[in-house]
Nanobody, 117 residues
């Protein structure tokens, strides 16, 4: 069955960096558009970034553009999110999501990112 397992979250000071990983299994990872989505405390889901199946194109929310970088290693079935210059407003649970057409059909369990001094 499809599994998405995020890791790499934690507590970091403002201005710091983290790299999130999402290990995928149970489907042909290299064939699917993937995304990162986050949910801050008390708020709704916020799309963060997406990447084409072959990694040829990426897109970012304005709130993270220039600070976050999405990438993937199709040989390792793994999605990444490099987060630099972190701010307190980046505090959230970060989810990776598999796209199926115009919707997300599978989500990971999430990894907590807390930016605080």
């Amino acid at each position: 069955q499809v599994q998405l397992v995020e890791s790499g979250g934690g507590l970091v000071q403002p201005g710091g960096s983290l790299r999130l990983s999402c290990a995928a299994s149970g489907f042909t990872f290299s064939s699917f558009y993937m995304s990162w989505v986050r949910q801050a405390p008390g708020k709704g889901l916020e799309w963060v970034s997406s990447i084409y199946s072959d990694g040829s194109n990426t897109d970012y929310a304005d709130s993270v553009k220039g600070r976050f970088t999405i990438s993937r290693d199709n040989a390792k079935n793994t999605l990444y999110l490099q987060m630099n210059s972190l701010k307190s407003e980046d505090t959230a649970v970060y989810y990776c999501a598999k796209a199926d057409g115009f919707a997300y059909d599978y989500w990971g369990q999430g990894t907590q990112v807390t930016v605080s001094s």
